[in-house]
């Protein structure tokens, strides 16, 4: 046994601070003696060196190894096709015994993954010929084709993929959200389906992804549901974050925080999923409760984005906005495809007064995830911002035509029609509309109970606002009856519409305010009720939150409030 195989056997046994310091002491010698080592041994020598760089997490170092390995098997190429034509054999026995070239081209582009050089690793990817892309470089090269907008290409490499590993599930998601046809995916499966017992759930797994990434909500519910309540696959913590991902796409905030809630207990660690429920629990009002998640989150992992985003979403509801700009720009740091982490950074900066930048943020959740409808709606809600009227019915049309007539995109073009004195009465009507398909789809009650206050419709608007309220408990449904009761001289019941949202959520300003203005005012006349549910649209986050966060200059003190290091 020579030198490398001891340092082979101590990689083996991940003694990587050994091999680092053993293997730098070598190199240095056969710089130092050419001779010392033959070109197999130090192209050995040389990788492993580079894994233990790249186990230390110093991964342009290890990129620079890595690379000079490969400079090195090229001299070992040459040596080895003057030996092949003199007849040895024994040359072609070391070379298959030598890490594969393949592999190290992949360390590299790992590497530059990490790094987020991603044309830099497509490039060393790129250079592997087809036929020897192994599953696990296919399926790199696809994430990195998807996420630099490269769809064909994507798609290519997650079908071949699939060709060599048919329950590679990660790239059937991959597949159809690129707009793969779920029977085109499900036909690539069948094989395997058909061959290994217990596998008949694949096809209806396909399916309920399939109606995810079409944005069929209804029917991605019911498809998830179905399976979730099979004996086998009941309690599964990825269907479960699934199912109430699209409960929380289909504007079901009740059923969505019950099934993170639910993943959560089955699964004390859970980090994916997490910042959608920190988002929807902030966005309830139920700040300590998000406080607390973010800090069990921390400890579990800071270097997802998740627990940024629930901290950021946090310090936006707690309207310090440059606060939350800051952890969202430290999530997108950490993963540049969180939606969450885009959106609330978007919405910061929305409420900043930085538009233009919102915008940008906004449309790049958008391109991630074309089907969620809050992307959307940031992106109308800065248009508006910005009197940008024109741009904004442009986009809730072309949301309509797209995704169809369904409570959500209609209540979204009738926003978009309320801020126009000309089609008011359009709006109207698809309010209207939105309500008979979903009577209890809190955005659309808050803006038809606008129009109504608009209208001085009072009486409408209680009735309206109690017939929503008797299935559910919000804090702006109360608020607004409470403002609706105010208007036709209830004072008492009013009182306890505001206490009532209060206890829901104790940081309403509105609420507040409504109250104090009931004791100052002791005999209020008919004026108009002003009512504002500028904290319902979007993707929920509060356009109505005013004022300017000055803690800009504490950025260096968040960590240590957060309990970070």
């Not at 004072?491 to 609420?511: G, R």
Request: hydrophobic share 40%; net charge negative.
């Amino acid at each position: 046994m020579n030198v490398i195989d001891n340092i082979r056997e101590m990689a083996a046994a991940g003694l990587h601070s050994n091999v680092r310091i053993l293997s730098s002491l070598l190199l240095t010698m056969s710089n130092n003696n050419p001779e010392l080592l033959s070109p197999a041994q130090k192209y050995q020598l040389l990788v492993y060196h580079a894994d233990s760089i790249f186990h230390d997490k110093e991964y342009r170092n290890a990129a620079c190894k890595y690379s000079m390995a490969l400079q090195q098997k090229k001299v070992i190429s040459k040596t080895s096709k003057v030996r092949t034509s003199t007849g040895g054999a024994a040359s072609n026995l070391q070379a298959q015994s030598l890490p594969s070239e393949i592999e190290v081209k992949y360390k590299i582009a790992e590497c530059y993954t990490i790094l987020k050089l991603d044309k830099d690793a497509i490039a060393v990817l790129d250079g592997i010929p087809s036929r020897q892309r192994t599953p696990k470089i296919n399926m790199m090269l696809a994430n990195l084709y998807r996420k630099a907008g490269q769809e064909r290409s994507a798609v290519t490499s997650y079908k071949e993929v699939l060709r060599q590993c048919p329950l590679a599930l990660d790239a059937i998601i991959g597949l159809l959200s690129l707009s793969v046809k779920g029977a085109e995916v499900a036909s690539m499966t069948m094989d395997v389906i058909q061959s290994i017992p217990n596998l008949e759930w694949l096809s209806v797994w396909i399916k309920a992804y399939a109606f995810i990434h079409a944005g069929d909500n209804q029917r991605a519910i019911n498809t998830i549901c179905s399976l979730e309540k099979k004996s086998l696959l009941r309690d599964n913590v990825d269907l479960l974050v699934s199912l109430a991902d699209v409960y929380f796409r289909a504007g079901d905030t009740k059923n969505a925080i019950l099934k993170f809630e639910q993943a959560q207990m089955l699964d004390p660690y859970l980090i994916k999923g997490m910042d959608v429920y920190g988002y929807l629990m902030a966005r309830e009002g139920h700040l300590e409760d998000v406080e607390v998640l973010g800090g069990r989150l921390f400890n579990i992992s800071d270097q997802h984005a998740e627990p940024w985003v629930i901290s950021g979403c946090h310090s936006f509801y707690s309207k310090r906005y440059s606060r939350a700009l800051y952890l969202g720009a430290k999530a997108i740091q950490l993963n540049s495809n969180s939606v969450q982490a885009l959106l609330l950074k978007g919405a910061a900066l929305r409420n900043m007064g930085r538009v233009q930048e919102a915008i940008i943020h906004f449309r790049e959740a958008m391109r991630l995830a074309p089907c969620r409808l809050d992307c959307y709606e940031g992106l109308i809600d800065c248009y508006l911002a910005s009197n940008g009227i024109r741009e904004a019915m442009g986009m809730a049309n072309n949301i309509y035509k797209t995704l169809g007539a369904n409570a959500q995109t209609l209540t979204i073009l009738a926003t978009v029609c309320l801020e126009d004195p000309v089609t008011q009465e359009k709006a109207k009507t698809l309010l209207d509309k939105a309500l008979a398909q979903r009577p209890d789809y809190t955005k659309a009650v808050v803006k038809k109970a606008e129009l109504l206050s608009r209208e001085q419709k009072y009486d409408e608007g209680i009735a309206l606002l109690r017939n929503a309220l008797a299935n559910q408990s919000d804090c702006v449904l109360h608020r607004m009856l409470g403002d609706f009761l105010v208007a036709v001289n209830d004072y008492q019941e009013a009182m306890d519409q505001y206490s009532i949202a209060l206890s829901l959520d104790p940081n309403d300003q509105k609420s507040l305010e409504g109250m104090q203005k009931m004791e100052k005012e002791e005999s209020p006349t008919d004026a108009t009720v002003e009512l504002d549910g500028d904290d319902m649209e979007g993707s929920g986050e509060d356009g109505d939150l005013e004022g300017s966060d000055s803690e800009a200059a504490q950025w260096a003190d968040q960590e240590q409030w957060f309990g970070m290091q």
